[in-house]
């Protein structure tokens, strides 16, 4: 099937199904909005995805996939959507053979995406998943559907130049924004929380709700909770999903300290928006490392059975504490013998590598209280 890019005036893209994954599509959608600007783009994911794409200058609206978003129901709901809305063009970003049977149930004239679980049948233009894979970053798998549509197009990207000949090969635009308003209402959360926003803030994300194997003991969390509020004077919070308290309390129980636990009491806009205003967040490999980063939020990720090359926060402002032994990375959810990839990791090495990052970021925490505390004041 030929495209042209002028006959093209309705996009809808399926999005990934995690907010790591979805942060980690960013600089496709950005990409692919300079590839056909004037076309109208649509979003379908998940309701929580709201929280991360509302008002984002890379699409135009969003068709949130109702929970439960599997089952017969959920497929034909999905496919009436897209079929009333006329699309011209789907573009998959999961590999699933669910979201090319919407596309190709919906009649959609051109359907692209990876020829992944035999569903290359249903797709107009099937791409063979890139040899490269396992040895680059998650963003350019995604950034390379963009550059494959791109090619069957005929229309190069307006951010190619003589250093960069490949969609691939460019600096993906990786940054989200909070607004003011949002950022003055986390303010006056923390604020009503007691948190004391002249001190440094640190949050903690000592949870995973996809993966046990991924987070790190809750002993050497609360240690190192223990240490940045009382050797480097931060205001600690815990942070994460409903799904995630007991780790939380877990944590918790085993501090010396005070915290403040927002865990499961927090959407994900507000988790960003407070995240906005921390000067550090530990985390493991989870979504808010990807939101904190892409937020511009120095960031310490965790790493044990998860491969960093790829999955790591795609930003200079975070870094990685890793001891892989000779099973990591695994990609295991649970540990089937003792967990060394992350035993051997101690909080007294992430407590120094903090506090160097906390260090960088004091400045711009002692230039903001006054502001956040009128920002506080207007939000009240």
């Not at 979003?43 to 008002?55: E, K, N, S, V």
């Not at 929970?67 to 009436?80: D, I, M, N, T, Y």
């Not at 959507?81 to 590999?95: E, G, K």
Request: charged share 25%; aromatic share 6%; net charge neutral.
């Amino acid at each position: 099937m030929t495209l042209e890019a002028e006959r093209i005036e309705r996009v809808v893209v399926r999005g990934a199904n995690w907010v790591g994954d979805a942060l980690m599509t960013v600089p496709a959608l950005r990409e692919l909005r300079r590839l056909l600007p004037r076309a109208h783009v649509t979003l379908a994911t998940r309701a929580w995805a709201r929280d991360i794409f509302d008002g984002a200058d890379f699409i135009d609206d969003l068709l949130v996939i109702e929970e439960p978003a599997r089952g017969v129901r959920s497929f034909l709901r999905q496919v009436r959507q897209w079929r009333a809305r006329r699309f011209d063009l789907a573009l998959l970003f999961p590999n699933s053979i669910e979201s090319a049977l919407v596309a190709f149930a919906a009649r959609v004239p051109a359907r692209v995406g990876y020829a992944t679980e035999s569903r290359g049948e249903f797709l107009t233009h099937a791409l063979e998943t890139p040899a490269w894979r396992s040895t680059r970053h998650e963003v350019f798998y995604y950034l390379n559907l963009v550059a494959e549509l791109g090619r069957a197009l005929g229309v190069s990207s307006p951010r190619r130049n003589a250093q960069a000949s490949r969609l691939d090969e460019l600096a993906p635009q990786y940054a989200l924004e909070v607004s003011d308003a949002r950022r003055a209402g986390a303010a006056a959360l923390l604020e009503a929380r007691g948190v004391d926003l002249a001190r440094p803030l640190v949050a903690l994300c000592p949870g995973s709700t996809n993966s046990r194997a991924k987070r790190w003991q809750a002993e050497s969390y609360a240690a190192l909770a223990d240490r940045l509020a009382g050797e480097a004077g931060a205001t600690v919070l815990l942070i994460g999903a409903r799904e995630e308290l007991d780790v939380t309390k877990e944590v918790v129980s085993r501090m010396r300290r005070e915290a403040v636990v927002l865990t499961g009491e927090t959407s994900l806009a507000e988790t960003a928006a407070i995240l906005s205003l921390v000067g550090l967040l530990v985390t493991n490999d989870t979504g808010p490392a990807h939101l904190a980063s892409a937020l511009g939020r120095p960031t310490l990720v965790i790493f044990g059975p998860t491969n960093p090359l790829t999955t790591r926060p795609f930003s200079p402002v975070a870094e990685i504490v890793r001891r892989p032994p000779d099973c990591a990375p695994c990609m295991l959810r649970d540990c089937p013998i003792d967990h060394r990839c992350m035993t051997a990791i101690t909080a007294d090495e992430v407590f120094a590598r903090a506090v160097a990052l906390l260090g960088q970021d004091r400045a711009r925490v002692a230039a903001e209280p006054f502001e956040l505390e009128a920002r506080a004041e207007a939000a009240r």
